[in-house]
């Protein structure tokens, strides 16, 4: 081992050891309280122990983090996750009042942790649903299904876990701006409803139903009426379980495909 390296490996050992260190010293300053233990388990594994509690959030910003730090696959059970909620809001929350319990994960525990490959039989199983559900009749994967909804292509690199979930079983009750239905009827009085792909002052991009794409002049247009109701339904009760799990992790496993609408 030549001398630079060995100063540059020393170098690194140091720092590694330093932040360690650093990290273990300042775990025994921390307030003594329930969720402590796994605070110090399951976040300075990653961040250092002051930057997390130097943040100051409110409660409801702090059940957000933690979530999200669960969803990205911290290590720890629900209960160590909710543990950890509660010492943060308990010790360091803007809203002093700290709560009597930990408020209950907004993520389910099979969400918690990495998620592994899906094998063949939960790939089928995730199809099966899709095909029940008739999911295809609005949304549309690889080359198949419709067009009311946004492409399900790629979905996981836009969502995550958590928001593919929260739109199967609680969607939202409008729909976001970039995925607005209009129904618009032409000069010559033909009339139909699509998907907004694009549009400015004068002119609109919309794909009907069938996959057309077809810009028109708004001007022109004898009716214009943007349709934000989500569509979508509940299926809360309906599809629940390794089931969900399983859809939720199918679908965000989807490559993009070269010429699909992906808005």
């Not at 307030?31 to 930057?51: L, Y």
């Not at 907004?106 to 029940?132: D, H, M, R, V, Y």
């Not at 299904?145 to 958590?162: E, I, K, Q």
């Not at 349709?227 to 679908?251: A, C, F, H, K, Q």
């Amino acid at each position: 081992m030549d001398q630079k390296f060995k100063l540059v490996f020393g170098a690194m050992c140091a720092l590694f050891c330093g932040l360690c260190i650093s990290n273990a010293a300042f775990g025994q300053n921390l307030p003594d309280g329930k969720g402590k233990a796994e605070f110090i388990h399951n976040c300075t594994a990653c961040h250092r122990a002051d930057m997390v509690t130097n943040a100051r959030k409110t409660q409801a910003e702090w059940r957000k983090s933690v979530d999200d730090m669960a969803a990205r696959g911290a290590d720890g059970t629900k209960q160590d996750i909710d543990n950890v909620y509660l010492y943060l809001s308990t010790n360091f929350a803007l809203d002093k009042a700290a709560p009597a319990t930990a408020a209950p994960s907004t993520i389910p525990p099979s969400t918690l942790g990495a998620a592994a490959a899906l094998n063949s039989s939960e790939i089928e199983q995730a199809k099966s649903l899709i095909t029940q559900n008739d999911c295809l009749a609005c949304h549309r994967i690889q080359e198949q299904g419709g067009y009311t909804g946004p492409a399900l292509n790629s979905v996981g690199a836009r969502h995550t876990p958590d928001e593919i979930r929260a739109a199967i079983v609680s969607p939202k009750p409008t729909l976001d701006p970039s995925n607005d239905l209009v129904r618009l009827t032409t000069a010559d009085g033909k009339t139909l409803t699509g998907r907004i792909l694009s549009q400015d002052d004068h002119n609109v991009q919309v794909i009907d139903t069938s996959g057309k794409v077809t810009t028109y002049s708004k001007p022109e247009l004898s009716q214009f009426t943007i349709i934000d109701t989500n569509p979508m339904p509940s299926y809360e009760g309906r599809i629940t379980g390794d089931d969900l799990n399983d859809l939720v992790r199918y679908l965000g496993s989807l490559p993009s495909v070269d010429g699909s609408v992906q808005k």
